[in-house]
């Protein structure tokens, strides 16, 4: 069978200071539904692509780490504040979790799985049917 996961995808931060490029194709792809996610982000979910940590390699910039947990860590950068990288030496030795929501061409890479689903807010089960508009809507049509 071949595998048809990209590779060589690259990505960065929102001001443009870190910018990354991951070697080889991902293991997974996950949305993750989990409160430490939702917290972190200051979204209702988040998308992780997972790599052997050999394959991200951090071209510029400074990444900054939170320990958001024992083993957890989130790393981000200093400069604006965009969540990037996950590691946990407990949980997933040797891997790296990239925010696949930085990625430069999201639309390479689809995900595949939704997890952590017990702590999904619960209207985001059906968030697929409600009303959408392309651009950001005039506010008196909200
Ligand atoms: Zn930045
Ligand atoms: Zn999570």
Redesign the pocket.
């Known amino acids: 069978m071949t595998d048809t996961k990209p590779a060589g995808l690259t990505g960065g931060?929102?001001?443009?200071?870190?910018r990354y490029t991951l070697h080889d194709p991902p293991i997974n792809h996950t949305l993750c539904h989990c409160r430490d996610c939702r917290r972190n982000a200051g979204a209702q979910m988040v998308g992780w692509a997972m790599y052997r940590e050999q394959a991200l390699d951090i071209e510029m910039g400074e990444v900054a780490t939170y320990a958001s947990s024992e083993n957890a860590r989130r790393h981000f950068?200093i400069?604006?504040g965009?969540g990037l990288f996950y590691t946990n030496a407990a949980l997933i030795p040797g891997l790296v979790d990239i925010r696949s929501g930085t990625l430069d061409e999201p639309d390479l890479l689809p995900a595949q799985m939704q997890i952590q689903t017990e702590d999904r807010i619960s209207w985001m089960e059906d968030v697929h049917l409600l009303p959408s508009c392309e651009r950001y809507p005039n506010p008196k049509d909200l």
């Not at 931060?13 to 870190?18: D, F, L």
């Open positions: 931060c929102h001001c443009g200071a870190i950068c400069q604006c965009t």
